[in-house]
């Protein structure tokens, strides 16, 4: 079954199905029969993206906050292996960064994949490396 052509469009649909072969007919085909959900899921997706990055600033910005709150003169330094160190000794806020975002997926920036927001994410996502360049970051500010 081929899609009806429109008027003028049935020329592209022979040259474009030409190309792609009767497999890939096929597969136009099931895409233009169901393009509205196709795209509708594509969509949710990167809406989904977008909101996991914006709580991955958000859960950053409150760990570095409480952190900079709680352990301010022992985060001077502007050297990350130093802070990296000092990271190690004290008790990261996680349950702050935790509570601080209600929809529960995290994305990192950079990255399209999403995150449940859990302790092992949190863990894995922010190490103390990138709470090192973080700190350091907003010691220049």
């Not at 529960?104 to 190490?127: C, Q």
């Amino acid at each position: 079954m081929t899609a009806p052509c429109l008027k003028g469009s049935c020329m592209f649909d022979i040259i474009i199905r030409s190309f792609i072969g009767n497999a890939g007919g096929k597969i136009l085909d099931f895409y233009l029969e169901y393009s509205l959900i196709i795209n509708g899921i594509i969509l949710l997706y990167f809406v989904l993206i977008l909101v996991g990055r914006r709580n991955y600033g958000r859960v950053l910005e409150t760990i570095v906050k409480n952190l900079k709150r709680d352990h301010g003169n022992q985060l001077k330094s502007k050297n990350p292996k130093q802070l990296n160190a000092a990271l190690k000794k004290m008790d990261v806020p996680w349950q702050e960064g935790f509570d601080s975002i209600f929809f529960p997926i995290i994305t990192p920036p950079g990255s399209f994949r999403l995150y449940i927001k859990n302790e092992v994410n949190l863990h894995k996502l922010f190490t103390n490396d990138v709470l090192a360049d973080t700190l350091i970051t907003y010691q220049k500010q």
